[in-house]
C-alpha cells in the first residue's frame, strides 16, 4: 500500500501517523521523503488495512493498493484452477464446460421434468431451476417457493443432474437440503450477511456479479463465503448495467480473462440475463465458449412463449441443443491452439 | 399499456393472444390495426401484467407501458403528501427540512453521546448511526452489532432524539425494537424478502437508492414495503455509480423533483455517501435543500480522522453545526419563493 | 410511430394536432380512442419525423418510435451484407475476417516498414498506424502528421498493404489522398461536419463507436455518412465506457451481432482500445472472431515498451502472429457450424 | 509521479529505465526499495511524462499521478477566480451569477429578436441561440447556420446582448467574427483540433463537457484551448450520459464545487440539457445557484411546442422571469451565508 501524505506536514504528526500504522496493523513501514511530498510503503498483510480510515487521516493526500485486498480468492496464493467436483462427479474448472440448463421458474413437475430430460440429453450436466425469484414487481410471479424445489428434486431423481437454484433469504436454508449448486443472485451479491452464512456450508455457491459491481467487488464477496470456510466459489459474469438499451444488460467478455488471472476460481457466464434476448444467447455463449470461461448457465425453456418469467430471453430445448454442439466445438478448438 | 405486434402475423394468433390478455388480466383491449403493424392497447390495471411475460410472446415485437407499474407508492392515488410522524413528534415531510445526523458507526457510549448531543444542539432531530456495518471487505470492522445498538439507545435516552440505524438481515430484527427508523442500505435495496417482513412492521423504513438502480426501480422496491402493509417509507438519494471518479459516487440532484413528481414519499439526500469527501457534504446539502429534500442525512463524528469507517466523508460536529444554520437559512429561502 | 396523448386533451386540439401532423410529414394518422387515453399511430416515412418536436407538444405525453430512424444503414431495406472492396482487391465483410494491424503512431520509417512487413506475413490483410493522434492532453505526442502519412505511403508502396489511418480533421483531408480507410475516432464519432464531409469521398469509412454512445447512435453516424453518399462504412466497437476499472473500456461483444442484425454494414473489433492491456487482446479478438466480427483492428508495435503511445495496449509481432493463426481457425470452425 | 515497478526486476533494468526517464523528462528520480517491490518517485514537471509510455514499460506494475495533468487551468498555479469581461462590461465570474437564456434554434428575425428583449428584461445577460445545430439525426433540423448567425447579429443589435452561440467546426470561424462567446458542445469536448483553434482566438470559450467525460478531461480539453494561448475558458457541466431514463442527461451538480476547487475557470451549469424536461429546469437551476455556478444557461422559446429542437426542454419567457427570480434570490442567500 502507497500512502501518498499532504505536502508540508510538520514532522511530529507524520512520525505520530506512521506510529499509529505499526501498532494497528501488522505492517512495516519504509518511508521516502521528497522534495515536495513524502510517500510511505506499507508491506506485509495489508488486506486488513482499511483504505478509508487511511485515506481519513489529516496527514494523508491519498492511498493506492498495490496488493489485493483479497487473500483466498488471489490466484498468487493458489496458482493452480480451482475444480469443484459435485457428490455425482460431475465437474466444473479444470478444462471442460460445464453446461448448467433449465427454465427461469419452476412452474410444474411436468415442465421441469421434460426441460431437465431435454437438456440432460444434450449434454447439460447441471439443471437450473428458480423456485425463490427476485422480481423487481412484488404484483408478479415470485416463483413457486418451497413446491419448486420440491419438484427440482423430483427432477434431479429422474434424471441425476445436480441441482442450481439462487436463495433469497438465509432463513430459507432448511428448504435447500437437496439444492447441490447455492445460488445468490445479482440483487444479493453484497447482501454480506447471506454470504456469512453461505461461507459455512459445505456445497458450492455459484455467486453472480451485481448489476453495477467491479470485478474487484465480486472478488471481495466472494471472500466472504470463503474467509467463513467455504471454498468452493464459482463466479458468474451476467451482464452489467450500462446506458444501452438495446439489449438487458451488457456482456463484460473481458471480465471471464480478467478474473480467470486475478483468481483461481472458475468462471461461468449466463448469457440468457446478459442479453435479454433469445436470438443474442447463442453468439454470447459461443464467446465464452471462446474466451475460456469454465461454464455456460442458460434458461431453456419448453415453451417460452408461455413462461412465466423471462420468456424473452429463454431458448427452446432444441435451440439449446444445437448451441451446446456449437459452444463444445468452439470450446475444443479454443482449447487445442 | 401499448403492444406493439409483429408485422403480418395472422389472425387467428392475434385473437387467440387478446384471448389471453383479457382471460389473465382485468383489462380491456382495444385493437388498432395498421396498414404495417398492429397495436394493442390495454385499458384497466396494468400494475399485475408482466411486460415480460408479454414481450415473450410470439406475435409481440415490443411493449410499453402507460401507467407507471407502483400504485401506493404513486402520488396520482395519494395526490398529498405523506407526512411521517415519530411517536416523539419528529416529522419528516410536509414542509420541513429534518436533519439526522450522527457517526457511520458507533464506536462507544461516550461517542455516540457526544455526537448525539451535539448535533442534537445543531438542530438535528433524530440520530443516525451504524451498529451493523455493510463493508465490501470482509477483514473490515463490522460494527459493534447488537453492542452497537444498545449504546444508541443509551444516547436517545440521554437526548431523546429517534435512532435511525440500518439493518442487514431479517434474522437481526428481534434485536432493533428500540430503532426508529429503520434503514435499509443501497446494496439491499432490491433484498426483496428483507423489504417484505419490514413491510409489516409498523415503523418507518428509511430505503436507500442502489448503487445502480433507477427512480422506477427504487419506487418499485418502496411498493414491495407499502404492499404488506408498512406505507411509511422514506426515500433516499444517496448517490450513484458512473464512471467519475473524482467523486465516490455522483449525486443525482435530479431525482428529488422527480420523485417528488411521481410519489407522494418524503425524499431524503445523503450528501455524504453521495460524495465521499467532507469538503463535499457542505454545498450537495445545500443543494438537495434548494431543490425540495424533504430530509438530509449526514455523518457527523468527533474525530473523522479516528473514525473506524467513512471518515473521510464524516464532518466535525462545529462543521455540521455552520451546515445546520446554513441549509435552514436556503431551505426557507427556497420555500418563500 | 406511436405517440401517447395527454389524458382529458379537448377535441380541437387532438385534431389541430393530427393536421399538424400530415401536413408536415408524409405520413397517415390512425387514431384509437381509449377511455383515458388516445393513442396516435403513424404511417410511412417517420425518419424525417423529430421525436423531440413531437414530445414537446402541448397535448402530448409520450412517443416511441416503432421503425428505426435510420433507412440507408437499416438491414430491412438492404437486407444482403455489404462487402467493401479495395481497388487492390481486399475485401471486408462477406463471409472473411479482415486483419487490419499496426503501431498506434507511426514513428519512423524504419519501424512501419517493419511491422507491416510483419504483419503482412502473419496474414493481415490492411495496415493501421495513426498519423494524427488524439490525445487527452495537449503536452503528449500528438503524431507525426502530414509526415507520418508520407511514411504510411512507404509502407504501402513496399507491402501493398492499404492504409488505414485517422483523421482529426476535414481540413487535413488533402494530406489523405493516399490513404485507403479514412478512419474516425472514438471521439469524432458525432462530429458531423467531419462526417458529412467524408460522406462526399468515395473511400470507405471506419466509423468508431463513441465512449459512451448507444448502438443506435452509432447506426445514426454511418447514416450522416451514408446520406451525403458514401455507402461505403465499417462501423467498429471498440469498447465503451463503464464503471469498470480494471479495463480501459467496457469491450460490448453483444454489439456485434446486435448491430449485424439491424444493419448490412460490416462490422470490426478493435480489442486493443477495448482492453488497453497487451495480454487481453488475444481472447477479445478470438471472441469477436467468434461471434461473427468481419475484422479487427489490432495495434501491433516492434518495440511496445518504446512505443510513442499506447504501449501498454500494444503486442509483438510475433504475438500478432500467433493471434492471427487462433483467430483464423476460430473464426473458420465458427463458421462451418 | 509515483511508479510501482515490478517484482523481482534485475537492478541493471531499474537503473536503465530511471535513467530513460531522467533523460527524457525535466524531473528528478527518488527510488524507495521494499522488499516486495520498488517504488520510484518523480519530481519536477510531470505534466508532460506520458503515463501510458511509462505503463507500457516492461519493468513497471502501475504508474499514479500525484500532480495534476493540467497546469494552465489549475487553481494550484493561479489561485484567483478568473473573471471574463466582454467588451460590453458583462462578466462571468468573480461573485455573480450570469443569465444566458435564448431559444434552442434560431428560426427567424421575429423569433430571436422576441425572446432577446424578453430575457433581457428578466436579467439575462448573454442571448444563446443555435444556428449551426449538431442532431443525432442527419434527417432533422440542422440549424440556420449563416443565415441564424445574421439573425443572432439583428437580435444583439436590438438588445445590446452578447452573443452565445455554437461552432461545430473550424471551417465556419469566418462566419463567427459577431459571436461573443464561442460554444463548443458535448460531442466536440474532445475534438482536439476544433480546440487548439479556437485557442489562437482572443475570445472566451464556453465548452461543454461531453457526455460520458470526466472532470478532468474536461480540464485537460480546457488545456488544448489555453496551451494555445486563449486563457478566456468557461466551462459547462450540462449532465451525464448514466443508466437513469427519466430524464435525458444527469446533472452532475458535484462537478460545480469540484471544478471551483481544482481550478479557477468559471462554471456555467445548463439545465436544459440536464434534465431534458421542461419542468425539471427551475429546481435544477435553483441548485446549481446554490452550489456556487457563476452562470446558467437556460433554453427560452417564445413558443416551445413549436420549437424546431428541443422543444421538451425549453421554457417560455414568462417561466424564464420567474425563474431568473428565484435564482437570484438563492444566489444572494447563499453568497451571504
Redesign the interface.
Known amino acids: 500500500m502507497?500512502i501518498?501524505l499532504k505536502a508540508n506536514q510538520p514532522k511530529e504528526k507524520v512520525d505520530s501517523f506512521i506510529k499509529k500504522l505499526t501498532g494497528s496493523y501488522d505492517v512495516?513501514v519504509?518511508t521516502?521523503v521528497?522534495?515536495?511530498?513524502t510517500?510511505l510503503?506499507l508491506?506485509g498483510d495489508t488486506?486488513?488495512v482499511?483504505e478509508?480510515?487511511i485515506?481519513?487521516?489529516?496527514v494523508v493526500?491519498?492511498v493506492?493498493r498495490?496488493q489485493e485486498?483479497?487473500k483466498k480468492a488471489n490466484r498468487k496464493f493458489h496458482p493452480e484452477d480451482t475444480v469443484i467436483t459435485l457428490p455425482g462427479g460431475q465437474k466444473i474448472g479444470g478444462g471442460t464446460l460445464a453446461l448448467i440448463a433449465g427454465p427461469c421458474s419452476v412452474e410444474s413437475e411436468e415442465q421441469i421434468c421434460l426441460v431437465a430430460e431435454s437438456v440432460k440429453k444434450s449434454g447439460a450436466s447441471f439443471l437450473r431451476g428458480g423456485a425463490f425469484k427476485?422480481?423487481?414487481?412484488?404484483?408478479?410471479?415470485q416463483g413457486m417457493k418451497a413446491e419448486g424445489l420440491e419438484l427440482l428434486s423430483k427432477a434431479k431423481e429422474r434424471t441425476g443432474l445436480p441441482i442450481v437454484t439462487e436463495i433469497?433469504?438465509?432463513?430459507?436454508l432448511p428448504l435447500f437440503d437437496d439444492v447441490d449448486v447455492i445460488q445468490v443472485g445479482a440483487?444479493?451479491m453484497?447482501?454480506?450477511?447471506?454470504l456469512?452464512r453461505l461461507g459455512k456450508l459445505d456445497k458450492p455457491i455459484l455467486l453472480k456479479r451485481?448489476?453495477?459491481?467491479?470485478?474487484?467487488?465480486l472478488l471481495?464477496s466472494a471472500?466472504?463465503i470463503m474467509?467463513e470456510g467455504n471454498e468452493q466459489v464459482l463466479l458468474c459474469e451476467r451482464g452489467?448495467?450500462?446506458?444501452?438499451?438495446?439489449?438487458r444488460n451488457?456482456?463484460?467478455?473481458?471480465a471471464?480473462?480478467?478474473i480467470k488471472?486475478l483468481s483461481h476460481l472458475p468462471v461461468i457466464v449466463d448469457p440468457s440475463h446478459?442479453?435479454g434476448i433469445n436470438?443474442?444467447i447463442e453468439?454470447?455463449a459461443?464467446?465464452?465458449?471462446?474466451?475460456?470461461a469454465d461454464g455456460l448457465i442458460i434458461e431453456v425453456h419448453n415453451d417460452?412463449?408461455h413462461?412465466?418469467?423471462?420468456?424473452?430471453q429463454?431458448i427452446t430445448p432444441d435451440q439449446f441443443d444445437s448451441l451446446a454442439?456449437?459452444v463444445n466445438?468452439?470450446f475444443g478448438?479454443?482449447h487445442s491452439?
Not at 459461443?286 to 475460456?292: C, K
Open positions: 502507497i501518498v512495516q519504509n521516502w521528497g522534495a515536495h511530498s510517500v510503503g508491506l488486506t486488513a482499511d478509508e480510515y485515506a481519513a487521516q489529516e493526500d491519498s493506492r498495490v485486498p483479497y427476485p422480481r423487481t414487481s412484488p404484483y408478479a410471479f433469497m433469504s438465509a432463513e430459507h440483487r444479493n453484497q447482501n454480506f450477511e447471506l456469512k451485481g448489476l453495477a459491481n467491479t470485478i474487484e467487488e471481495m471472500e466472504y474467509a452489467i448495467r450500462t446506458y444501452e438499451t438495446m439489449t451488457t456482456l463484460d467478455i473481458s471471464v480473462p480478467v488471472r446478459a442479453s436470438w443474442l453468439p454470447l459461443i464467446a465464452a465458449a471462446a474466451v475460456g417460452p412463449s413462461a412465466l418469467c423471462d420468456g424473452a429463454s454442439k456449437k466445438t468452439v478448438t479454443v491452439l
